[in-house]
């Protein structure tokens, strides 16, 4: 069975400080799929990057980095110089076969707090 | 961009009645919606999948008679939460997979809704 755990519940920074958000998951696939999602306070869900398991090249979107190891079934993610908008709660998910859009399997969400 | 409408975006209903929410395809097909449950500060859990024109499959632990799910069109899926009562409270949101889309199109999500019940 697939599973997905965030260890960091809650993480709390002083503006401009990065932050990194740890994802470790498991599979029996050898094909799926890893996403990012935001949560704001208002409850959406924001998409922030989807990865499959045979692109293990790091991304970069502006302040937003990945960090996907396959050896450690790990997919990191950091804020770089963080912002006080960047509070929200993250989810790491996992989605198994061929399908990017197959049903998710979430973490536990990480709560950022990013004090001004 | 594929957008997906769900609505109401928050619902306050008595103990003992019923609550339809419904997820809407808006720029798309979608054969398949799923369904998930956020109780406050926790993850979310996927509840059941729901497939256009046939029965939607049930996660472990939820009462398919409680929460009565229909997808009769590919564009449309309702969750109706029947009998409501306080500890279903929570936020339900829904995904739908773009059905004309490649096979690497991932989910889009609603923006959920918040229900409670007194």
């Known amino acids: 069975a697939q599973k997905v755990t965030q260890a960091q519940t809650e993480i709390s920074v002083v503006e401009k400080e990065d932050v990194t958000l740890d994802c470790v998951y498991e599979t029996r696939d050898t094909t799926y799929y890893l996403f990012w999602y935001k949560q704001p306070p208002s409850g959406e869900l924001v998409f922030l990057i989807r990865r499959n398991s045979f692109d293990e090249q790091n991304e970069i979107s502006g302040r937003y980095s990945w960090n996907f190891q396959k050896s450690t079934s790990s997919f990191n993610f950091t804020i770089t110089a963080s912002q006080v908008v960047d509070s929200a709660v993250y989810f790491c998910?996992?989605?198994?076969?061929?399908?990017?859009?197959?049903?998710?399997?979430f973490g536990g969400g990480t709560r950022v707090l990013v004090k001004p | 961009g594929a957008v997906v409408s769900q609505h109401p975006s928050w619902v306050i209903c008595k103990s003992g009645t019923s609550v339809k929410i419904e997820c809407r395809s808006l720029d798309f097909q979608a054969t398949t919606m799923f369904w998930y449950r956020q109780f406050p500060k926790q993850s979310l859990m996927l509840m059941a999948t729901?497939?256009?024109?046939?029965?939607?499959?049930?996660e472990q632990g939820v009462e398919k008679d409680k929460f009565l799910i229909n997808h009769a069109s590919l564009t449309l899926s309702t969750l109706t939460v029947t009998s409501a009562h306080p500890e279903d409270s929570s936020f339900y949101i829904c995904s739908a997979r773009d059905f004309t889309s490649s096979y690497n199109s991932p989910l889009h999500f609603g923006n959920g809704t918040r229900l409670t019940v007194t």
């Open positions: 998910a996992l989605s198994e076969g061929t399908a990017a859009g197959n049903k998710l399997t």
């Open positions: 729901s497939n256009e024109g046939s029965k939607a499959t049930y």
